[in-house]
């Protein structure tokens, strides 16, 4: 039995991280079913993936505790490298991912979350890094991430002091574009989903692209990736497709992703 469900609706993919019982924690094998469930995803039939946690109350209450309390140095450097290769898999996966935050995202699962490339949260969502409260720093890339993603200032204060940001003080942030009513989430998550599947997959992959190598650059040689991107979309049929249509004032047929 996994721990991580996948289903599929037309062109989108739900990750349903699913040990509600702990508050869908981060133990090996949650990792282990979650790089299982990122591999198998057919990218020809699939245009962008909405991750979640099962039950009302939790995205991912963090890495687990009980599993770490007794880890060695060398064990937990590999526990962190585990979930670092994890995670950067799902951020580089050449297709968006939207973060659907249904409850507590702390610790690892706040750093889940910012490896995604959207994060939609709901009302009662509450983000955290209180792993110096624990004696140890963020081990999932939070230390990193956070800091690129909202201020400096109020990330060092998350991961120093581990003080608790409720969604609306999140959506102030930009840590999340929207919140939503509880019971609304998952049906926003898949809106826009589908709203990212119904335009030109290799444009979208594209611009994912652009936009994540060229952050870790200089702005320079990011023009150049953005240039080498954007000419690769050229003579595709996508491209043909959606720029015919313009100029006959017309609908693009659905995009095909050639
Ligand atoms: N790990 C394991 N179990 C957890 C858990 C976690 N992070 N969070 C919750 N649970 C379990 C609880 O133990 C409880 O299990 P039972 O006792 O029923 O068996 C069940 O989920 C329900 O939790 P509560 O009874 O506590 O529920 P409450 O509503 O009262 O409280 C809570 C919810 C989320 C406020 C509370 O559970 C809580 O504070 N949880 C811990 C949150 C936390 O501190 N998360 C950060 C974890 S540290 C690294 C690699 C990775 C990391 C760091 C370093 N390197 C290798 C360097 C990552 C670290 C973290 O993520």
Do not use: H, W
Request: charge should be negative; glycine fraction near 10%; charged fraction near 25%.
């Amino acid at each position: 039995m996994s721990f991580v469900k996948y289903e599929q609706t037309g062109f989108v993919g739900v990750m349903t991280i699913d040990r509600e019982k702990a508050l869908n924690a981060l133990n090996s094998e949650v990792l282990a079913d979650l790089e299982a469930a990122i591999d198998a995803i057919d990218l020809d039939a699939t245009r962008c993936v909405v991750l979640t946690g099962a039950g009302q109350k939790s995205f991912v209450a963090g890495a687990d505790i009980g599993e770490m309390s007794t880890l060695t140095k060398a064990e937990g450097e590999a526990f962190g490298k585990k979930g670092n290769d994890v995670f950067r898999k799902l951020e580089t996966l050449p297709i968006p991912v939207i973060a659907a935050v249904n409850g507590f995202a702390l610790g690892g699962g706040c750093e889940l979350s910012l490896s995604c490339d959207i994060r939609l949260a709901s009302e009662n969502a509450v983000f955290a890094q209180p792993e110096t409260g624990l004696g140890i720093t963020p081990g999932f890339g939070g230390t990193q991430r956070l800091a690129r993603t909202i201020n400096v200032g109020k990330a060092k204060e998350m991961l120093y002091a581990g003080t608790k940001v409720k969604a609306d003080e999140a959506l102030s942030l930009g840590l999340v574009n929207a919140v939503y009513p509880a019971d609304e989430l998952m049906g926003a998550a898949m809106k826009l989903a589908e709203k990212i599947a119904r335009n030109a997959p290799i444009a979208v992959r594209a611009s994912k692209k652009a936009v994540n190598d060229g952050l870790q650059v200089n702005i320079d040689e990011a023009i150049v990736i953005e240039e080498k991107l954007f000419g690769s979309c050229f003579e595709t049929e996508d491209q043909k497709n959606g720029m015919t249509a313009f100029v006959e004032k017309r609908k693009p047929e659905p995009f095909v992703n050639r």
